[in-house]
Protein backbone atom coordinates (compact mmCIF):
# COMPACT_ATOMS: atom_id res chain seq x y z
CA UNK A 1 0.00 0.00 0.00
CA UNK A 2 1.73 3.43 -1.48
CA UNK A 3 1.80 5.94 0.63
CA UNK A 4 0.53 9.77 -0.27
CA UNK A 5 2.60 10.43 -2.98
CA UNK A 6 3.46 14.29 -4.15
CA UNK A 7 5.02 15.19 -7.30
CA UNK A 8 6.83 16.82 -8.59
CA UNK A 9 9.14 16.96 -4.93
CA UNK A 10 10.87 20.13 -6.12
CA UNK A 11 9.54 22.54 -8.58
CA UNK A 12 11.24 25.74 -9.75
CA UNK A 13 9.03 28.39 -11.48
CA UNK A 14 9.63 32.00 -12.63
CA UNK A 15 7.12 34.99 -11.73
CA UNK A 16 4.61 35.13 -12.81
CA UNK A 17 4.34 31.51 -13.84
CA UNK A 18 2.19 28.60 -13.29
CA UNK A 19 2.79 26.02 -10.65
CA UNK A 20 0.40 22.44 -10.77
CA UNK A 21 1.34 20.62 -7.36
CA UNK A 22 -0.18 16.78 -7.27
CA UNK A 23 -1.12 15.06 -4.57
CA UNK A 24 -2.69 11.13 -4.56
CA UNK A 25 -4.07 9.97 -1.15
CA UNK A 26 -3.33 6.66 0.26
CA UNK A 27 -5.67 3.58 -1.12
CA UNK A 28 -8.99 4.08 0.63
CA UNK A 29 -8.65 7.61 1.55
CA UNK A 30 -11.50 9.80 0.41
CA UNK A 31 -9.48 13.10 2.38
CA UNK A 32 -7.05 15.69 1.24
CA UNK A 33 -5.60 18.44 2.90
CA UNK A 34 -2.85 20.86 1.82
CA UNK A 35 -0.38 22.77 4.44
CA UNK A 36 2.04 25.12 3.53
CA UNK A 37 5.65 25.58 5.28
CA UNK A 38 7.48 28.54 4.98
CA UNK A 39 10.82 28.11 6.09
CA UNK A 40 11.47 28.08 9.63
CA UNK A 41 7.98 28.01 10.28
CA UNK A 42 5.03 25.34 11.37
CA UNK A 43 2.54 23.84 8.89
CA UNK A 44 -0.16 26.10 8.18
CA UNK A 45 -3.55 24.95 6.69
CA UNK A 46 -4.80 25.76 3.27
CA UNK A 47 -7.43 23.53 1.81
CA UNK A 48 -9.72 20.29 3.14
CA UNK A 49 -11.09 18.57 0.09
CA UNK A 50 -13.02 15.10 -0.36
CA UNK A 51 -14.02 13.80 -3.77
CA UNK A 52 -15.32 16.69 -6.06
CA UNK A 53 -16.08 18.91 -2.94
CA UNK A 54 -14.07 21.51 -1.20
CA UNK A 55 -14.93 21.48 2.71
CA UNK A 56 -13.10 24.02 4.17
CA UNK A 57 -10.76 26.44 2.26
CA UNK A 58 -10.44 28.49 4.93
CA UNK A 59 -6.46 29.16 4.92
CA UNK A 60 -6.38 29.42 1.47
CA UNK A 61 -5.24 32.66 -0.39
CA UNK A 62 -8.52 34.23 -1.98
CA UNK A 63 -6.28 35.00 -5.40
CA UNK A 64 -4.39 33.04 -7.74
CA UNK A 65 -4.88 29.66 -5.19
CA UNK A 66 -7.32 27.06 -5.83
CA UNK A 67 -7.24 23.40 -5.17
CA UNK A 68 -9.36 20.89 -6.55
CA UNK A 69 -9.93 16.65 -5.81
CA UNK A 70 -11.64 15.22 -9.06
CA UNK A 71 -13.31 11.98 -9.14
CA UNK A 72 -10.71 10.44 -10.96
CA UNK A 73 -6.72 11.43 -10.51
CA UNK A 74 -5.03 13.11 -7.85
CA UNK A 75 -5.90 15.98 -5.84
CA UNK A 76 -4.21 19.53 -7.62
CA UNK A 77 -3.02 22.81 -5.64
CA UNK A 78 -2.77 25.08 -8.39
CA UNK A 79 -0.76 28.27 -7.66
CA UNK A 80 -1.14 31.20 -10.69
CA UNK A 81 1.48 34.15 -11.34
CA UNK A 82 3.50 32.96 -8.71
CA UNK A 83 5.64 35.62 -6.64
CA UNK A 84 8.78 34.65 -4.47
CA UNK A 85 6.67 34.79 -1.15
CA UNK A 86 4.99 31.54 -2.50
CA UNK A 87 8.36 29.50 -1.96
CA UNK A 88 7.93 27.63 0.45
CA UNK A 89 7.03 23.38 1.15
CA UNK A 90 3.89 22.14 0.28
CA UNK A 91 2.53 18.96 2.09
CA UNK A 92 -0.37 16.52 1.14
CA UNK A 93 -2.10 14.56 3.73
CA UNK A 94 -4.55 12.10 3.63
CA UNK A 95 -7.18 10.01 5.79
CA UNK A 96 -9.90 7.54 6.02
CA UNK A 97 -13.36 7.97 5.98
CA UNK A 98 -13.34 8.21 9.98
CA UNK A 99 -12.02 11.40 10.50
CA UNK A 100 -10.41 12.52 13.91
CA UNK A 101 -9.34 9.26 15.47
CA UNK A 102 -6.96 8.15 13.55
CA UNK A 103 -3.56 9.76 12.09
CA UNK A 104 -3.10 11.85 8.42
CA UNK A 105 -1.01 10.28 6.59
CA UNK A 106 1.73 12.70 4.62
CA UNK A 107 3.23 13.01 1.64
CA UNK A 108 7.07 14.02 1.17
CA UNK A 109 6.09 17.32 0.06
CA UNK A 110 6.92 19.86 -3.09
CA UNK A 111 9.67 22.40 -2.55
CA UNK A 112 8.59 25.17 -4.45
CA UNK A 113 10.72 27.58 -5.49
CA UNK A 114 10.34 31.11 -7.60
CA UNK A 115 13.20 32.70 -9.24
CA UNK B 1 -6.72 32.88 20.29
CA UNK B 2 -4.11 29.97 19.28
CA UNK B 3 -5.60 26.55 18.87
CA UNK B 4 -2.13 25.22 19.47
CA UNK B 5 0.83 26.37 21.58
CA UNK B 6 4.33 24.90 21.76
CA UNK B 7 6.16 27.45 24.32
CA UNK B 8 9.49 25.64 23.91
CA UNK B 9 11.31 26.92 20.74
CA UNK B 10 14.55 25.13 21.73
CA UNK B 11 15.54 22.11 23.60
CA UNK B 12 18.89 20.26 24.17
CA UNK B 13 19.14 17.06 26.19
CA UNK B 14 22.40 14.74 26.51
CA UNK B 15 22.23 10.90 24.67
CA UNK B 16 20.01 8.76 26.56
CA UNK B 17 18.24 11.22 28.70
CA UNK B 18 14.47 11.76 28.77
CA UNK B 19 12.83 15.09 27.76
CA UNK B 20 9.88 16.54 27.71
CA UNK B 21 8.27 18.55 24.83
CA UNK B 22 5.67 20.68 25.76
CA UNK B 23 1.96 21.11 23.96
CA UNK B 24 -1.29 22.77 25.31
CA UNK B 25 -4.43 22.72 23.14
CA UNK B 26 -7.66 24.63 23.29
CA UNK B 27 -10.84 23.36 21.66
CA UNK B 28 -14.74 23.38 21.92
CA UNK B 29 -15.06 20.40 19.57
CA UNK B 30 -16.12 17.64 22.33
CA UNK B 31 -14.42 14.77 19.98
CA UNK B 32 -10.57 15.41 19.12
CA UNK B 33 -7.47 13.95 18.55
CA UNK B 34 -3.73 15.10 19.41
CA UNK B 35 -0.59 14.34 17.25
CA UNK B 36 2.64 14.59 17.66
CA UNK B 37 5.04 14.27 14.03
CA UNK B 38 8.46 14.59 13.80
CA UNK B 39 10.24 16.84 10.87
CA UNK B 40 14.22 15.75 10.51
CA UNK B 41 16.11 17.90 8.38
CA UNK B 42 15.06 16.28 5.04
CA UNK B 43 12.33 17.56 5.63
CA UNK B 44 9.36 15.23 5.50
CA UNK B 45 6.17 14.48 8.14
CA UNK B 46 7.32 11.68 10.39
CA UNK B 47 4.33 10.33 12.47
CA UNK B 48 4.87 9.66 16.23
CA UNK B 49 1.81 9.16 18.36
CA UNK B 50 -1.60 9.81 18.59
CA UNK B 51 -4.14 10.69 21.25
CA UNK B 52 -8.33 10.50 21.00
CA UNK B 53 -9.89 12.86 23.59
CA UNK B 54 -12.22 9.71 24.71
CA UNK B 55 -9.21 7.88 25.38
CA UNK B 56 -8.75 6.24 28.89
CA UNK B 57 -5.15 5.95 29.02
CA UNK B 58 -1.90 7.87 27.72
CA UNK B 59 -0.74 6.94 24.31
CA UNK B 60 2.46 5.04 23.88
CA UNK B 61 4.52 4.17 20.98
CA UNK B 62 8.20 2.61 21.74
CA UNK B 63 10.41 5.12 23.35
CA UNK B 64 7.07 7.77 22.87
CA UNK B 65 4.76 8.59 25.06
CA UNK B 66 1.88 11.17 25.56
CA UNK B 67 1.19 12.42 28.79
CA UNK B 68 -2.59 13.49 28.41
CA UNK B 69 -3.87 15.85 30.87
CA UNK B 70 -7.78 16.78 29.60
CA UNK B 71 -8.33 18.97 32.37
CA UNK B 72 -5.22 21.02 31.74
CA UNK B 73 -5.43 20.56 28.02
CA UNK B 74 -2.26 19.37 27.59
CA UNK B 75 -0.72 17.04 25.42
CA UNK B 76 2.83 16.68 26.35
CA UNK B 77 5.49 14.13 24.68
CA UNK B 78 7.53 11.90 26.28
CA UNK B 79 11.30 10.93 24.43
CA UNK B 80 12.69 8.02 26.86
CA UNK B 81 16.59 7.34 26.31
CA UNK B 82 17.40 10.06 23.18
CA UNK B 83 19.24 9.39 20.34
CA UNK B 84 21.07 11.14 18.25
CA UNK B 85 18.65 10.46 15.92
CA UNK B 86 16.12 12.09 17.22
CA UNK B 87 17.42 15.68 16.50
CA UNK B 88 14.81 17.35 14.81
CA UNK B 89 11.61 19.65 14.85
CA UNK B 90 8.91 18.23 16.73
CA UNK B 91 5.22 19.40 16.03
CA UNK B 92 2.10 19.44 18.03
CA UNK B 93 -1.02 18.93 16.40
CA UNK B 94 -4.69 19.10 17.41
CA UNK B 95 -7.40 17.31 14.95
CA UNK B 96 -11.04 18.91 15.65
CA UNK B 97 -13.62 20.42 13.37
CA UNK B 98 -12.11 17.87 10.37
CA UNK B 99 -8.44 19.71 10.08
CA UNK B 100 -5.18 19.06 11.40
CA UNK B 101 -3.74 22.63 13.04
CA UNK B 102 0.11 22.79 14.16
CA UNK B 103 1.52 24.48 16.32
CA UNK B 104 5.58 26.63 15.45
CA UNK B 105 7.16 23.18 16.80
CA UNK B 106 9.95 22.76 19.39
CA UNK B 107 13.59 22.09 17.77
CA UNK B 108 15.41 18.87 19.29
CA UNK B 109 18.92 18.93 19.53
CA UNK B 110 20.51 15.90 21.07
CA UNK B 111 24.05 16.31 22.12
CA UNK B 112 26.31 13.16 22.68
Known amino acids: NAGVMQNPRHLVRRRGQEARLRCSPM?????VYWYRQLPEEGLKFMVY????????ESGMPKERFSAEFPKEGPSILRIQQVVRGDSAAYFCASSPERTGDTEAFFGQGTRLTVV | AQKITQTQPGMFVQEKEAVTLDCTYDTSDPSYGLFWYKQPSSGEMIFLIYQGSYDQQNATEGRYSLNFQKARKSANLVISASQLGDSAMYFCALFDFQKLVFGTGTRLLVSP
Open chain 1, 49 to 56: LQKENIID
Open chain 1, 27 to 31: KGHSH
